[in-house]
């Protein structure tokens, strides 16, 4: 058995982690509902946006396509990685970088895959490998529209280029605070929706159909990518806090039972001595 000051020991540094994470805890749960929240109000516009544009994109002629719709051979493939700049979350980068790894094992083994890295996590993963073709962790620095479009634009010209002939998003969607689920979606070539005649209204547009799709679409991508940043930045804090809410649990659970070990060794400890003394007083006597 360990001696007492040993005990001692591990029972202050057990309770120093357990300050730590819990503090951690409350960190991710205040930013929590900030990127939720955000990310809530933005889903059913994205979502909407999204499908009028296929939709319309559907209607289209082919000759008169959209050049972001452009189904071409593949045999260069684009994966945006999202992850975080920072560790502590459980298994949110792993599962991202496992998806990922997946996609290029089986899915793409054939085909030329390159990496974009949205988060310190993937540069790090997929850097060694050399598939990483750019790092842009900085944008969780100031996570706005803004900074996101430029990222957009940097892929769209590459994939109207033919630098890569298409390109899958993986991310984190955010659910709840203790679930997330890995997400792969197609970010280009857009795929049409299969037009139905039945739900075929007559509108009349203004401008053209062709001139507000080609408006459109590139509002579309941005805000498609935004949105995967913003799923995946309150999916990191969800599986931070509840990551820092385990650990506390288990580093609580760890200093009870080394509290409980150090009052039966120093309850040994003092019965020893007394069996000390009452034997040295017996000799004594005799």
Known sequence: ?????????????????????????????????????????????SN???????????TL????????????????VLIVAITSNRGLCGAFNSNVIKEVNALMSDTYADKNVSVLAIGKKANDAFSKTGNVIANKSEVFDDLTFENVAEIAEMIMDKFIHAEFDKVELVYNSFKNAATQIIMTEQFLPIVPVESDASNNLDYIFEPSKQEIVETLIPKSLK?????GIRDSFASEHGARMTAMHKATDNATELRDQLKLTYNKARQAAITNEILEIVGGAEALNN
Request: hydrophobic share 40%.
């Open 223 to 227: 805000t498609q990518l935004f949105k």
């Open 48 to 58: 909407k946006l999204t499908e009028l544009l296929q939709s319309l994109s559907a």
């Open 61 to 76: 002629d082919a000759d008169s396509g959209s050049k972001f719709a452009d189904q071409r051979e593949v045999n260069n």
């Open 1 to 45: 058995m360990a001696n007492l000051k040993e005990i001692r020991n591990r029972i202050s540094s057990v309770s120093s982690t357990m300050q730590i994470t819990s503090a951690m805890k409350m960190v991710s749960a205040a930013k929590l509902k900030k990127a939720q929240d955000a990310i809530t109000a933005m889903r059913p516009y």
